[in-house]
């Protein structure tokens, strides 16, 4: 999997809910594209799973279908409660993962 | 008594035609071995997501364009109303359609700490439809709403 993007702010206040984007750059393949050579059926390779952990606690998950675009992008909350770590993780079919971590400072 | 006999026949031709014309026509617009889901498909989804318990209409806002000229990638935003406490928060929200080859779309799992149950996303539609949200509150009660786009170019690569 490719590079993600991450926007999340460098600091907040304690309590604060901040907005959080992301986005992965996958081609998303559905499984019913044909390939225009062959005419065969591309299989099927999405990320179905994407997770957002902060300090060891997931606040936010997705999970994907086919439907979702390519380089899925996803605008969501959090709460700041703590400094530390906001790590996204990507699950793509067949297993693979790739992670990012962030740091927030919270006062 | 052969006059009915042949008004039988004939009914008989005309319902034969009528299917034969119902197939073609739908073998036409959907392509050959590329089945839609049926808003009926979409409906039981709903059910099942559910567990057939009572869903109310309300609570949530979805925005979408009126009119999606690309069906590839359609900019869609729902939030949920609740206070996201420990006691009473949006568990989970999903995204159903239903004019895609799959009604699901996708899940979103909430927690407390999420602070605000919104999201936005980008989806693929195929062809003109509905979406619809049904979200699951930490009661266990339910919320739905609907919205119907416009697409002018479908996005399901077929």
Not at chain 2, 124 to 132: E, F, G, P, S, Y
Request: with cysteine; hydrophobic share 40%; net charge positive.
């Amino acid at each position: 999997m490719a590079k993600a993007r991450i926007k999340v702010p460098s600091s907040a206040k304690k309590g604060e809910i901040f907005e959080i984007k992301t986005l992965m750059s996958h081609n998303m393949e559905t499984g019913r594209r044909k390939d225009k050579k062959t005419g065969e059926l591309i299989p099927r390779k999405i990320i179905n799973k994407f997770e957002c952990v902060y300090n060891g606690k997931t606040v936010f998950s997705a999970d994907f279908h086919p439907s979702i675009s390519a380089n899925p992008y996803l605008a969501f909350s959090c709460r700041a409660t703590e400094s530390g770590k906001l790590e996204f993780r990507w699950t793509e079919d067949g297993g693979a993962v790739t992670s990012e971590t962030k740091e927030i400072q919270v006062s | 008594m052969s006059d009915t006999v042949s008004n039988v026949a004939i009914l008989d031709r005309r319902q034969v035609l009528t299917a034969a014309g119902a197939v073609a026509v739908a073998g036409f617009v959907m392509g050959p071995g590329f089945a839609f889901a049926k808003p009926e498909d979409a409906a039981a989804r709903v059910k099942e997501a559910t567990g057939g318990a009572a869903v109310k209409e309300g609570r949530i806002t979805i925005q979408l364009p009126q009119i999606a000229e690309n069906g590839n990638t359609v900019p869609v935003t729902v939030s949920v109303e609740s206070p996201m406490s420990d006691a009473d928060f949006v568990k989970v929200a999903h995204i159903f359609v239903d004019g895609n080859p799959t009604p699901d779309v996708a899940s979103f799992h909430f927690s407390p700490m999420s602070g605000k149950a919104d999201f936005s996303t980008r989806i693929r539609l195929a062809k003109t439809q509905n979406v619809i949200v049904v979200a699951q509150m930490s009661d266990g009660s339910f919320f739905t709403a609907s919205q119907q786009i416009k697409v002018t170019i479908g996005g399901c690569g077929g």
